[in-house]
């Protein structure tokens, strides 16, 4: 089984889905994520965990485009300038290396870290000059999927710029959604064709 997860109804992806896949509704942010997919685990572990959703372009990643995390950390998590353990082996937020395997989709997806917070970004408050987004779930969800030992992949589509102008006000953006569907809902439905085939490019996340 597939264990498929988005925050709210109009990410959930579209199309038709074999049965081997099941979705999850976590609600927004890390807490909330975690909690529902632990759920969903405990009924049925799956093969490999997906995280799905909508998050913010950082350093150039447009409205639209598609993003494939190769990497992920907690960028709201902060414990000043000490040196503070946080247990079990994991460093200052929680950095974890997902890979980055070539999947064959189109569009292209934008490939590099995807950093997770629970607070809205501008351009006031620059966060990372190397990630290419910023979600809600992903970090805490990777952070499981290593605990649990499960491939993981993270794929997303950018529904506002975090640093920068936008295409079109979120609003709009939101309509034009729910209409045509996330841009990752086709390339999603190729990938878990084949299980196997997927399950063996992804990798279990690890510490970065």
Excluded at 128 to 155: G, T, Y
Excluded at 188 to 197: A, G, I, K, Y
């Amino acid at each position: 089984m597939i264990l498929i997860s988005y925050a709210m109804p109009e990410e959930k992806p579209r199309g038709d889905f074999p049965s081997s896949c099941r979705f999850v509704q976590t609600g927004i942010g890390k807490v909330l994520a975690i909690a529902q997919v632990a759920k969903a685990i405990l009924e049925e572990r799956p093969t490999l965990l997906i995280s799905t959703g909508f998050c913010g372009g950082l350093n150039g990643s447009p409205q639209g485009a598609l993003i494939q995390a190769s990497s992920t950390h907690q960028w709201d998590f902060y414990l000043g300038d000490l040196d503070v353990p946080i247990g079990h082996g994991y460093g200052m937020h929680c950095p974890l290396a997902l890979g980055s395997p070539e999947l064959g989709i189109s569009p292209a997806p934008i490939r590099g870290s995807l950093i997770t917070g629970d607070r809205f970004v501008d351009s006031s408050i620059h966060i990372s000059k190397d990630a290419v987004a910023v979600d809600m779930e992903s970090a805490a969800l990777a952070l499981l999927a290593r605990e649990l030992q499960l491939p993981f992949l993270s794929l997303r589509e950018v529904s506002d710029v975090a640093d920068g102008p936008q295409g079109m006000p979120h609003q709009q953006f939101m309509e034009y959604i729910s209409e045509k569907g996330p841009s990752y809902s086709e390339p999603l439905r190729q990938l878990v064709q084949d299980p196997e085939l997927l399950r063996a490019q992804l990798q279990v996340p690890k510490m970065g």
